[in-house]
């Protein structure tokens, strides 16, 4: 009964809700780029190298013979995966370049002197009566 109490402690604690939630993001942010990247960027860089569609660009290893298919490596569905991956790196590195450029600024923010504690309170009201004194 240890283990499930520990595993229960575990996966409710907020770190794993918050890596969940940022898992499910991320998903669905990389659906997203993929569609940008196939359908917004890479038509009009086809159009710019010669009207190339890169989805389609592949390098045949075997021909089809018989019920065996034709075996080729897809370059072009790698060099599209590779913008993909290139336009989601960038995007993360916007979103955590602007976090740590706001950390900065709220760690540059002065900050309010501590309060004095009980003993330096004390010893500072006994220094302003013995100033009175004199």
């Given amino acids: 009964m240890g283990m499930m109490k520990e595993f229960k402690e575990f996966a409710v604690k907020g770190n794993v809700v918050d890596m969940a939630v940022g898992i ?60 993909d991956f290139i336009v989601i790196a960038f995007a993360i590195f916007i979103v955590v370049k602007g976090i740590n450029s706001l950390k900065r600024k709220e ?17 500072v009201e006994i220094r302003d009566l013995l100033k009175d004194r004199r």
């Fill in 24 to 83: 499910i993001i991320g998903a669905a942010f990389g659906k997203i780029v993929s569609s940008f990247v196939g359908d917004v960027v890479m038509p009009p860089l086809g159009v710019l190298v010669g009207g190339m569609d890169f989805s389609n660009l592949a390098i045949t290893v075997k021909e089809a013979t018989g019920e065996m298919p034709t075996v080729e490596i897809g370059y072009g569905k790698f060099i599209q995966t590779m913008v």
């Fill in 107 to 123: 760690e540059e923010a002065p900050k309010p002197p501590p309060e004095p504690s009980a003993q330096e309170a004390l010893l």
